[in-house]
């Protein structure tokens, strides 16, 4: 929450006095802040145009800030916060990221607005002291920080990996919320400067000081409050009593403006005071409240267990204020479960649930099971056995009878099954191919005939994998190599021992699997399935899927928004379950007035820049079409109250830009009822 009285001064100047025994209640008429806020329920969003001057969006939020003061929300306190639901959150999502790859090899590395929309990308005013400037920032997210990545990572890497499959975090991840102007550090917190207010993680720090690598924040919450009203901090209820022109007394205790004083064991700062002596509206204060009010947070500095504080300044120049994801998030330990890679549905979040990267899972593919293994067969050449019956083979067997398919003499055939011949004429060694001629197009219906081919391939869906052999291993596609053992009868094993696994009875790349004990995942998709097992009997199992396994991960911005709740009873505090804020007034721009059409408005900027006023205002004119419109001339402004389908409509449009604020400061200030349509004042 900003420092609202103090907000409001900035823009209105003069016009308004506030702090001793002029308050709002005697700035404004009678009917205001009505229709706007009627039985402290808030009902108006104000509107800017999508391209106005920054001042136009100050003077809004100035608005909003004062119609804030006059509602509170009737909980003993509401906490708003951000939950970790991120079904609805918008952002980045990449499907065709290969296994065994980065995410930022398909990704952008850093991301910004325009792939994450809740990231900022905005601007703000303050006053250095030596007057105010307009200062740009934007925030963005890292996910390859300092050389880290995000790895997604299968069991062919490490065998101990649950699922199959992760998403590793060598911390690789960061946010930063990023100055893109200037600011000089050294004004911070100095006597003519005001308050420098930046919300970083969604979460608004006042900044008291700030040096090369440390900033010192007010670290409380802040809340507007009137007498009676009760607020808990760290399960302590602070009960706030009369409010004086200069004081405020909680628990029993005064404390004056501006001075900070120990209730219970919480720290209570009274930041303002804005005292009503008329009795139709009560008293409010600011106040700040917390166990330790001011906090430095260093660079390095722990922010949570999980993420550090990045704080870099260059020659007394501030370049960003962020956090960095400071584990190493590999691999699989059940011992160490907080350092372990994510699964699939996993997520890694950012501080105040501002953002996730989620592992979404893996591409949705098909999967048909080939079988590598030894028997003694009948072959045949043509119409005649090859050599006698029952030879040593080894053979590759598919479910399906097309799940293979080889090419003979520029003729195309389909089968379900291979078998593999050692011969040797003393000195060279060489595989024959037979195949089982299921439809005898060939040759005979069902015989194993020798096949003079030039290339052989599995077929499952969009995957086609080439066979081939490296002397007298069997490779399957680009990655499994199976080496087929002989003795003098032909292919009996795998490798060099007859029913006893090895390492290298099969390898994937240049890795060794042959007595893993769980499924292996390569890169492609094709799942190796029990390895050693599978061995021990002479066997390979092979799991190819219907097309390339990728992985789907999204970057998203902050979760959807919750609402908390304690309530005080006795000596207890109950809190609710988190429920979705409803918003009361709201600043939006003029194209995202839709959603809010339902609310009375008051618009800020005139029709040349603002949809909204045009549409009031007799449509879009500028200039000198601006005032024959409106009767507005060059140092002018209007406000003008309008019926708008039974609500109430405001606008507060000037000449220029200046001419506008001063508009907004009257319309805070003025005395004249704008609950009643047709009200017009030109100034």
Known sequence: ?????????????????????????????????????????????????????????????????????????????????????????????????????????????????????????????????DGSETYDIHEEIDIAYDGGELLIQTTLNDPELEGGVVLENDKALAYRYVFDDDLDITKVGTVDADPLYLTILGKEYEVLKMEDSSMTVSFSDEKVVKTGDKVVSDGVTLTIGDIFTGSVEVNGVLIKEGRTRTVNGIEVYIDTIA???????????????????????????EYDDTWVWEIFSEEGLIKHIGVVYDIKSISYDEDEPEENAISIGGQYVFPENYGAVVFEGLTDVDYEDFEVSFDDKDLYVGESKDDGDDINVAILEGENDDSITLVINGTTYETDSLYFRYVTDGENESVNIYFKDIDGDFGNEGRIQLADTSEMKLVVGDTEMAIDFE????????????????????????????????????????????????????????????????????????????????????????????????????????VDEPEVV?????????????????????????????TEAARLLGGKACGEEFTLKTGVAVGKYIIQTFDDAGRIAVVVAGYEAADTTRGVADFIASETDFSVAGTKVIA
């Open 471 to 574: 002397g007298l291993t069997l490779i399957i596609g680009d990655e499994i190599s199976i080496p087929l053992g002989k003795n003098a009868e032909g292919f009996v094993k795998l490798g060099l021992t007859i029913e006893d696994a090895e390492s290298t009875d099969v390898v994937v790349g240049t890795e060794s699997i042959g007595i893993r004990d769980n499924d292996v995942l390569t890169h492609y998709g094709t799942i190796v399935r029990d390895p050693e097992d599978n061995a021990d009997s002479d066997r390979v199992v092979i799991g190819v899927p219907s097309e390339q396994v990728y992985a789907e991960v999204s970057v998203l911005g902050q979760g959807m928004a919750v609402e908390e709740v304690s309530e005080v009873e006795g000596n207890e505090t109950v």
């Open 275 to 301: 005292y009503h002596s008329s009795s139709d509206l009560p008293s409010k204060a600011i106040i700040k409240i917390g166990k330790d009010i001011s906090q430095t947070i260093s660079d390095g500095d």
């Open 1 to 129: 929450m900003k420092n609202k009285f103090k907000k409001i001064m900035g823009v209105a100047g003069s016009v308004l006095m506030i702090g001793s025994t002029i308050g709002f209640a005697m700035a404004a008429g009678g009917g205001f802040p009505s229709p706007f806020v009627d039985d402290n329920t808030p009902n108006y969003a104000l509107v800017v145009g999508a391209s106005a001057a920054t001042s136009d969006m100050t003077g809004a939020n100035s608005i909003n800030d004062y119609l804030n003061t006059f509602y509170t929300i009737e909980s003993d306190v509401s906490n708003p916060l951000i939950g970790g639901d991120f079904s609805d959150s918008v952002g980045v999502r990449e499907d065709e990221i290969v296994l065994g790859s980065t995410v930022h090899s398909m990704m952008n590395k850093v991301l910004t607005d325009n792939k994450i929309a809740t990231l900022l990308d905005s601007e703000f005013n303050w006053n250095d002291g």
């Open 582 to 610: 409803e918003l009361g007034g709201i600043v939006v721009k003029d194209n995202e007035i839709s959603a809010h059409a339902d609310k009375n408005l008051i618009i800020v900027g005139g029709s040349c820049i603002n």
